[in-house]
């Protein structure tokens, strides 16, 4: 059975209109992919949040009765609240009070899989839990389930600072001892020269079903926030039959929690060690712009802004007028992920991003020189393949990273044409 949830919304009186609504749907989307069932929305308009509960005391008066009203098990607010607004609502309100930070960390800890994903999940929960300790009795004693509840750090929420601190500091340690061994796959994959997308984007907007698309591979997919968290990494083959690698990582939202960046900053390396980004965007939703500003905003925080980029405008399928949107500062692509011929064109697009990162050459290598022959064409883009019968020879064109070993080879047989 669904939990019933209102959530609560302080619109301050320079914020537009438009982006408020979209916190709050955002917000229902939250509560949804935490399985729970939006029954009241409350909106309070102030100049500034109050200090002591976020909405002013009249509009608490009136929260506390909807609540009875509603039999309502948790309020969620749209907002980070200090440990101090927890308190003084969580006394005047019979339901679970929880913010948008916790219910985002609640979201994360259903949904990691991996020993690496559940230790930063725990570690972003402590971090939250811990400034907001003192004075935590009543609301400790009603968390007996529920959303904001949830995760490997359920258990340990009523222990002292000192014992929370120190499974921090065990945390740090099984991490840095994780991200050791993500740093050594990261290096063999730099030392294989592989090339890497990386799949980038607000949450939601399609990037498992691209991968899935793209690799052939089956991915999680469900049309809820966040549904990858772990990084999840597949091979693909450009229209010319290079190989490349196509890794899918978490989904951006406004306001991402600073524990949650701070916490899940190896996996976001990810990111950093793309040589081209895939910006996918959701092109139906309303707040378009707004969710690309974001993804941009926190790439620019990961230091990857500077990486090649291609827009993928997903969901073509669903828009009115797709020509509303333009990105004139790189590469741009419209699609649906379900149409095998658009696929087919972001493919070829993927491709001639990277040639742009390539040197071309022009090589003939004998027909006898096996090993030569197979790492031109394992390692290289192949635009023109030509075998010479009169010379036994092959003739190649194509382009090659600068920095691959391969070029040892081509810089050989180049000095013989």
Known sequence: MKEKVIIVGCRLQDQKEESFQMLMEELRALVHTADGEVVEE??????RPHPATYIGKGKVSELSITAEEKEADSIVFNDELSPGQVRNLDDEINARVIDRTQIILDIFASRAQTKEGKIQVELAQLMYLLPRLSGQGQVLSRLGGGIGTRG????????????IQKRMDDLKKQLADVQAHRESYRKQRRKNNAVQFALV??????KSTLLSRLSGADTFQEDLLFATLDPLTRQIELPTGYQALLTDTVGFIQDLPTTLIAAFRSTLEEVKEADILLHVVDASHPEAHEQMETVDKLLSELEAISIPSITVFNKRDQVQEPTALTRSDQPSIFISAFNESDIQELRIIMEETLKQQMNYFHVKIPAQDGKSLSDIQRYTLIKNEKLLEEENSFDFKGYVLPNHPVNGTIKKYEANM
């Open 201 to 206: 984007g607000y949450t939601n907007a399609g």
């Open 42 to 47: 409350m909106v309070q308009t102030r100049e």
């Open 152 to 163: 490997p750090g359920e258990t340990k929420l009523e222990t002292d600072r000192r014992h």
